[in-house]
């Protein structure tokens, strides 16, 4: 467990030396990538469709709170499909 921490505090170190510099030339670059990724495996061919939440309850709660849905239909990440309007009856 002291491998982990000690990698993960030295990751720390790192970002917090030069903070711009990892957030602009390392961080970013990086989630863009990943969003393009996860498009591409997704199947979703506008990657900037597609938002980087922490976690599933954060969707969720995103999703349930929508006030005005655009399409009737629409594609979680996992391939299931949700008819909005079946879903309010």
């Given at each position: 467990m002291s491998c982990v921490y000690d990698s993960a505090e030295k990751f720390r170190r790192y970002?917090?030396?030069?903070?711009?510099?990892?957030?602009?030339?390392?961080?970013?670059?990086?989630?863009?990538?990943?969003?393009?990724?996860l498009s591409a495996f997704v199947g979703e061919?506008?990657?900037?469709?597609?938002?980087?939440?922490?976690?599933?309850?954060t969707g969720n709660i995103s999703s349930l709170n929508l006030s005005c849905v655009r399409q009737h239909h629409f594609r979680v990440a996992h391939g299931h499909h949700i008819n909005w309007q079946e879903a309010n009856q």
């Open positions: 970002a917090e030396r030069q903070p711009l510099r990892f957030i602009d030339r390392e961080l970013f670059p990086f989630l863009v990538r990943r969003i393009r990724e061919n506008d990657p900037s469709n597609l938002v980087i939440l922490p976690n599933a309850t």
